[in-house]
């Protein structure tokens, strides 16, 4: 399954967080952003279960992430 994660930044570290979700193999892509959001990155999960548990451990673990918003993809 597909998913886009919009990301939150407390502080500007927009570089080293999408430095660290570049290094995890369910992230596909991933882009800085200018506006709200300052970081999105699309995912590749094996099953919608998975999204829940790697959003919170993977993504909102990180030092710096204040909020996320996550949409699946409607095949």
Do not use: N
């Amino acid at each position: 399954m597909q998913a886009y994660v919009q990301i939150s930044l407390d502080d500007a570290k927009e570089s080293e967080i999408y430095g660290s979700l570049k290094q995890l193999p369910e992230v596909q892509e991933a882009h800085i952003l200018f506006g709200e959001w300052d970081v999105i990155v699309k995912l590749e999960l094996s099953a919608p279960e998975a999204l829940g548990t790697f959003v919170m451990d993977k993504i909102r673990s990180l030092p710096g992430v204040k909020l996320t918003s996550t949409m699946i993809v409607a095949k």
